[in-house]
């Protein structure tokens, strides 16, 4: 959902990141930036400060946005660069996960999201690099799951019944999503 604002936040961004090419900041300055968010955000929520967490939580994501961004912007895409990016990003996805468990969310459930979004995020990779530009099921990208956790996490600091509730739901959404991009998936692959 958040995927259909990208040009937009990346015509924003651009002249800032811009800059920032200027000073010789490159993207995997932001890739690992990104993880250190991450684990930021595990600690966080291991002294129980979930505000800070869900900060830290938003920050991490967006600096996905940034290293993406500044790549583009300074025409410096490279493999090694998508390759990095993409294994810290299942990194920070697990440990957004994992501090979840932290919050004493159900294990089971926690570990059934992490396989859906491994499993959704695999299936968009694998159908590129079978000639499908861009899949037909492309809900709950990664922007979308990090805003829709942090939102978990709000609700958790005035409800944590509520926004244990509200994960199962996501859970639910996301287990939806996943089989309708495997049948997709496989009826498009089936066509060529």
Partial sequence: MLSKYRDFVFKVISKYVKKLSSLGIKPWHFTFLGLLLSLLYLYALATNSVLFAII?????????????????????????????????????????????????????????????????????????????????????????????????LATYIVNSRLSNVLFSIYVFALTVIVVLRIITGYTDLSKT
């Avoid at 290293?67 to 299942?90: E, P, Q």
């Avoid at 491994?118 to 299936?123: A, G, N, R």
């Fill in 56 to 152: 830290f939580l938003l920050t991490s994501g967006f600096m996905d946005v940034l290293d993406g961004a500044l790549a583009k912007t300074a025409n410096i895409l490279s493999k090694c660069g998508a390759y990095l990016d993409s294994m810290f990003d299942r990194l920070e996805d697990s440990a957004y996960y994992i501090g979840l468990i932290i919050l004493n969310f159900d294990c089971y459930i926690v570990f059934l999201a992490l396989a859906l979004t491994l499993t959704l995020t695999y299936s968009k990779a694998r159908l590129e690099n079978l000639g499908i530009d861009e899949p037909r099921v492309s809900l709950f990208e990664r922007s979308d799951r990090i805003v829709v956790l942090a939102f978990i």
